[in-house]
Structure formats: structure tokens, C-alpha cells
């Protein structure tokens, strides 16, 4: 029986660490113009609370990476941070009061992105890190997410039943080299009880993992961020397969 090609990990450090900040270069950089040193000006605040999501092929190196901000940060929440400039100027504290968020329990996704693969690949890639994403949501209690995304992102979403909704006092704009981004946010619990719902094949594969195929997913235990940002790698497989024929492939700025 040959290898699973892919593995995920959630909180590496190291190399694995490293490869997953290269994968974001990389991605940013062709699709946005962000350089590696624009990413730390931007992003290098928010290291204390920063945390990987990464999906490694069996060389190690990183191939889909999801950069997330937890509570508790230093600097706060990006999104909130970036609302109170230009193009938007609406204090954060307001956006989130008026939101409803419960800033104890809510996360940034801050990026999301898969380097250049063949179709079936970036689309396997692209499902695996929503799958991983959700284990975060779930392993640590996850209130709500918020996010900058592009247009193009909040539409793959959207195709698999998980639904953002815009920031109060907010709207699409240009942002950080993406041609049209919109601050969001969603509560998670709502959001999968209506996906369930609503998107039951997508709840099946993207959520529970059923059908899934070709990446070494961690136990749920793994996702558990505790009070630090590290995490050890302890996998154990599932699959991913049947994709939606309709939904791109996903290298994108969230």
C-alpha cells in the first residue's frame, strides 16, 4: 500500500514552521505582490498569537498553509485592527460590539493559501484545510471567526455551506493587493448547524471528513492550542475525495 502523500499539522514549529511561512510567501507574492518582508511588516505583530494550520507532502515540505490569530494576542485581532484605516475607518471595538463577537472566544483567519498544483490536487488541498479548519473551531471552543477575505475565497466558502457575513459598517474594498476583500464574520456553531442543514454533502466531506482521501489528518486532541502555539504532530489518517466539480482550485489571500 503506498504512503498517503499528504499529511496535516496544526501548530508546527521548526522546519515545518518555516515551510509553512515560505508556502505563504510564495502564494502571496503570485497572486497579491506581497513580498516575504511586506508579510512580517504586516503579520509580525501578531506572532505571539499566531498559529499554522499546514499540510505537508511526504518530503516535508508545506504545500497549503491557513494562518490563524487566537484570542489573547498582544496586537488583538487583525481584522479589527485593519477595519479602524482606510478603506473602512470604523473603530473595531464598535465592529465587534455591534457584531456581538465574543472577543474571549473569536479567532482571525488571517491566511489561507495552496501553492500551484494540478486541479484534482489544489482541490483535495483546498477541502483538507477547511476540514482542519473546523478541527480548530471545534477542539478549541471557537465562538466566531473573523477574516478579511477576498471576494474570490468568500465564494468557495459560500459553495460548501460555510457562510460569512459582512462586518457592520464595512463593505468590499481593495486590500493589501487583492482587488476586492471583505471584512467578515461567522459563528460557528450557526454556520455548521445550517450547513448540516442546508449543504448536507458538503457537512459530510468537508465537515465530518466522510469521504475524504489522501491526507494524514491529526486526532482531534491535536487541534487543542491550550494556552501555547505549539502543538505535537500525532496523526492518524483519514480521507478525501469526491470534490465538487464547480469549486476552484483555492490559492488565495483570506
Keep these: 500500500m503506498s504512503a498517503v502523500p499528504y499529511s496535516m499539522h496544526f501548530a508546527p514549529e521548526g522546519e515545518?514552521?518555516?515551510?509553512?511561512?515560505?508556502c505563504e510567501?510564495?502564494?502571496?507574492l503570485r497572486w497579491y505582490g506581497n513580498t516575504r518582508e511586506q508579510l512580517v511588516e504586516e503579520y509580525g505583530p501578531y506572532d505571539d498569537a499566531?498559529?499554522?494550520?499546514?499540510?505537508?507532502?511526504?518530503?516535508?515540505?508545506?504545500?497549503g498553509a491557513v494562518r490563524l490569530l487566537a484570542p489573547g494576542g498582544r496586537a488583538g485581532l487583525k481584522t479589527l485592527t485593519d477595519v479602524a484605516a482606510p478603506p473602512w475607518s470604523v473603530p473595531g471595538?464598535?465592529?465587534a460590539s455591534a457584531a456581538g463577537l465574543d472577543l474571549g472566544s473569536t479567532w482571525e483567519i488571517a491566511t489561507l493559501g495552496v501553492r500551484r498544483q494540478d486541479r484534482a490536487d489544489g482541490l483535495r488541498l483546498s477541502l483538507a484545510l477547511y476540514h482542519g479548519l473546523i478541527a480548530v473551531c471545534r477542539a478549541n471552543g471557537m465562538s466566531s471567526f473573523v477574516a478579511v477575505l477576498d471576494e474570490r475565497v468568500r465564494r468557495l466558502l459560500h459553495s460548501v455551506g460555510l457562510l460569512t457575513q459582512v462586518l457592520p459598517g464595512t463593505s468590499t474594498a481593495p486590500?493589501?493587493?487583492?482587488?476586492?476583500?471583505?471584512?467578515?464574520?461567522?459563528?460557528?456553531?450557526?454556520?455548521l448547524d445550517n450547513q448540516r442543514q442546508q449543504f448536507p454533502d458538503a457537512y459530510r466531506l468537508v465537515t465530518l471528513g466522510v469521504g475524504l482521501d489522501g491526507v494524514t489528518v491529526p486526532p482531534a486532541e491535536a487541534f487543542r492550542l491550550h494556552d501555547r502555539l505549539r502543538a505535537p504532530d500525532d496523526l492518524?489518517?483519514?480521507s478525501l475525495a469526491a470534490v465538487p466539480s464547480d469549486l476552484a482550485l483555492l490559492t488565495e489571500r483570506v
Excluded at 515545518?16 to 515560505?22: G, M, N, W, Y
Design 236 to 238: 492518524s489518517t483519514t
Design 50 to 63: 499566531s498559529a499554522f494550520l499546514a499540510i505537508a507532502d511526504q518530503g516535508g515540505d508545506v504545500v
Design 25 to 28: 510567501a510564495e502564494v502571496f
Design 16 to 22: 515545518l514552521l518555516e515551510s509553512a511561512r515560505e
Design 175 to 191: 486590500y493589501l493587493g487583492s482587488a476586492a476583500s471583505t471584512p467578515v464574520f461567522a459563528r460557528c456553531a450557526p454556520v
Design 93 to 95: 471595538a464598535r465592529v
